[in-house]
């Protein structure tokens, strides 16, 4: 059973930073192409950044520059370095896997960022 959990979340102050966690079980990780993902109140959920098998990294316009996406195989863990926090990256933070030849993916259950101002 594919499992991603989430951790890392919190209140944080403008300007301030956090790192987001998540823990992948149940697939071969270094097969997957790994994402966060972000979903604020009212809004649709939207791509944040990607980091494929290559460790070729992509990132929204919002959060390149400030983001960063690295990816742990030995230990089945991507990470999202989140620096400069603004009110607007307030969301949950989701982590998804790709399912290698396929569009779909494995999804975890977020985890809350609010960055106050």
């Known amino acids: 059973q594919v499992q991603l959990v989430e951790s890392g979340g919190g209140l944080v102050q403008a300007g301030g930073s956090l790192r987001l966690s998540c823990a992948a079980s149940g697939i071969i990780f270094r097969n997957n192409a790994m994402y966060w993902y972000r979903q604020a109140p009212g809004k649709q959920r939207e791509f944040v950044a990607s980091i494929n098998t290559i460790e070729t990294t992509a990132y929204s316009n919002s959060v390149k520059g400030r983001f960063t996406i690295s990816r742990d195989n030995a230990k089945n863990m991507v990470y999202l370095q989140m620096n400069s926090l603004k009110p607007e990256d307030t969301a949950v933070y989701y982590c998804?896997?790709?399912?290698?030849?396929?569009?779909?993916?494995?999804w975890g259950q977020g985890t809350q960022v609010t960055v106050s101002s």
């Open positions: 998804a896997a790709g399912i290698p030849g396929s569009v779909k993916q494995y």
